[in-house]
């Protein structure tokens, strides 16, 4: 009988109280919900690992000359940057469309991609796992780099060497990725199949945001995209 009062109080507490150690709990319970029972329910459904990650670069992100770009096919944005040129920094032009039709990827082809107008800084990508036969070009991919941090970018070459498949991807932003980065951190022009995490199925504006602003405080259960 007093153990049954006990909890018809705890119930009490949890679930009716207005005050705000009650409201701590249910934060406490909604944290722990979510990551033990309901995240890793959807990464089963959805076989990956980490069904939802939080995007927290603008590597994806289409800026207005992209969009320029994407309505006059035949228009070429001129891109300046530096590169070691027999050791000697010196600047250098290309045009944003060059990189990808040098690459086999005109602007219909494009158009037929998956979340082909990108996405933004501080949105939640839903990932569906994906084996690495049935990943097209195109596809939108998080994937592990050299320091174990997730990288969140689109396919633009795939191989096979010995049974196992290799990918190439780019981030979309022309500005910060004019191409696919390699460097002793992260070298995106050789992707293992064993690196990938997951395919990109669906984007929800803005939502990370309340991830990146409050989450980080506590022990998180979703992943940083760059």
């Given amino acids: 009988m007093k153990g049954k009062l006990t909890l018809k109080k705890v119930w009490h507490f949890i679930w009716e109280d207005d005050s705000i150690w009650s409201w701590l709990v249910n934060i406490v319970i ?8 309901v995240y890793p329910g959807l990464g089963l459904a959805l076989n990956t690992s980490h069904p939802v990650v939080a995007v927290v670069s603008e590597s994806m992100e289409h800026s207005s000359a992209f969009d320029d770009w994407w309505k006059k096919a035949n228009d070429k944005y001129t891109i300046e940057k530096t590169e070691l040129i ?17 690459n086999g990827i005109n602007k219909e082809g494009f158009a037929d991609f998956p979340l082909k107008n990108g996405f933004n800084k ?11 036969a049935d990943i097209k070009i195109g596809d939108v991919v998080v994937f592990w780099s050299q320091k174990n941090d997730p990288i969140i970018h689109r396919v633009v070459k795939k191989w096979q060497e010995n049974s196992t498949y290799y990918f190439q991807t780019k981030g979309d932003n022309y500005k910060t990725n004019p191409t696919s980065i390699k460097n002793v951190f992260l070298d995106e022009t050789r992707i293992s199949e064993d690196q990938i995490v997951g395919n990109a199925i669906a984007r929800i504006p803005l939502l990370g945001y309340i991830k990146i602003w409050f ?12």
């Fill in 215 to 226: 989450v980080e405080l506590l022990v998180n259960p979703f992943l940083n995209t760059a």
């Fill in 86 to 102: 027999d050791g000697i920094p010196q600047k250098i032009q290309s045009t944003f469309d060059e990189w990808y039709v040098n």
């Fill in 122 to 132: 501080g949105d939640i990508m839903m990932l569906k796992g994906k084996k690495a």
């Fill in 30 to 37: 909604a944290f722990v919900l979510i990551k033990y029972l």
